[in-house]
């Protein structure tokens, strides 16, 4: 047997193999790179926002702040709040006829023909806006005041009462919720288009008490009357 020739061919056509026309053939050159893009600009960060301003307690009515320090014989500053700490009321107590609107004079004479003007008050009530209330004697010597729009619509009146006047209703449940408690004042109010309400004012635990009632005793609000000191722009 002749294992040389066999050997050979074994070799030659491994040798084919490696040599062949794909591996001879030229290189072909390699690709030119491509382009990298260039990023893109980098977004600018907005500013952060402005710190927050600190939050006061609120702001009164501009108006009646100026009235304050400007109208003649400024006698005290009224305020009521609600138990959010929002302004329900705001009045300027002053003695400045010139204040007040001819119309709210007017219609002061057509209710109370005769009476004495005590003072001038100018309010902000809440939801009625602002008004005009006047506190007068009568001619039959009662207390009571006028409130209305600039136009002179009334809003409502209120007369001091005995408190012998007062409705049944009322006087149960006053004295049910304070037995014992003697009565200070009281006022009738009566709202155009609304009825009444009555205001009883008295004193327990040494603290000033003002509360509201509808006709059939049922409790509008109670307010705790507390002294405190106003400062206006001069």
Known sequence: MHHHGILALGVAGLLFAA????????????????????????????????????VGPGQLDTDLVRAAGTAQGVEKIKVE???????????????????????????????????????????????????????????????CELSARADGGVVYTECHIDAKALPEPVRAAFDKAHPGVAIKEVE?????????????????????????????GTVIRHELVVPAVIEVPA
């Open 188 to 216: 009738k109010k009566t709202l155009t288009g609304a009825g009444d309400e009555y205001e009883i004012e008295f004193e327990t635990g040494g603290r000033l008490h003002e509360l509201y009632f509808k006709p059939d």
């Open 81 to 143: 709040l609600e138990k959010d700490g929002s302004v329900r009321y705001l009045s300027v107590y002053h003695q400045d006829a010139a204040a007040v609107p001819e119309a709210v004079r007017k219609q002061l004479d057509a209710t109370y023909p005769g009476a004495k003007v005590l003072r001038y008050e100018t309010e902000h009530v809440v939801p009625h806006g602002r008004l005009h209330e006047v506190e007068v004697e009568t001619a039959d010597k009662q207390q």
């Open 19 to 54: 040599c062949g026309p794909g591996t001879a053939s030229k290189a072909e050159p390699a690709p030119a790179p491509s382009k990298v893009a260039a990023p893109p600009p980098a977004e600018a960060k907005p500013a952060p926002p402005p710190a927050p301003a600190p």
